[in-house]
């Protein structure tokens, strides 16, 4: 498989994943111009993306999701709650490209999603894990809490996108307005570096695992701070990077490495 952060970030979200027949967006937050360039960036082709699979209708994660599936005929993936949510925002789109999601898992070719609940301030958001033979990669960002259902999905995956989104203090004193600093921190807003960390101790195993680190804050957190923070959480517990688990971060502004597993 192949699993590759187009963008993350509190300013727009987006992750192309593919197994060996199929190719899919989880996300499309950002401009369709700026998609199609990301895509071009990995040397992908915007017409090849078999489907659009959404996780909530905030608009970091759906903006360009109406221009992209309108421009290449490409289906877009949603449950009935999201899709209510976020259809005014997507502008017209074909009714045979329009799949709500009612089941837990959606098979396009060769791959399998599963979707599963995420504690988030949105009409019903959920997460993606995507599988292909024995690989598996999951979506565990927008978290209001590590939760046990979460943790259950991505402990055994391959490559895990977790969320990393803010340093507790920084958002304390930092600029926002009182409401919106108890929301970001409350059990339906996101998850923090040091949660992050936690969270990457509670799911090891024998298993080596590529961690990636997303949807930092750009006003509540630094790349090298979500870093570190996980690091010296890490080494706490003697979870060793290299042998253990490789870990990364998404980039917020251009596609991240792409990772074959």
Known sequence: ?????LYSGSSGNSIFVASQNAKILVDVGMPGKSIESALKHINQDPSDIDGIFITHEHSDHIKGAGIIS?????????????WEAMEIKLGKIKENNIRIISDNYVDIKDMHIINYSISHDAADPIGFALCSGNKKAC????????????????????VILLESNHDVEMV??????????????SDVGHLSNEAC???IVEIMSEKQKH?????????????????QTVLNILNENHIEIGRDISLKLARRDMPSDVINF
């Open 197 to 199: 960390g936690q969270a």
């Open 70 to 82: 309108r421009r290449y005929d490409i289906p877009i993936y949603a449950n009935q709650n999201t």
């Open 172 to 185: 304390k004193f930092g600029p926002y307005p009182y409401p919106l600093k108890r929301r970001i921190l």
């Open 1 to 5: 498989m192949i699993f590759c952060p």
């Open 211 to 227: 961690i990636i680190l997303g949807h930092l804050s750009k006003t509540n957190n630094y790349p090298d701070l979500a870093y």
């Open 139 to 158: 979506i565990a960002t927008d978290l209001g809490y590590f939760s046990p259902e979460v943790k259950n999905i991505i402990k055994d995956a391959d």
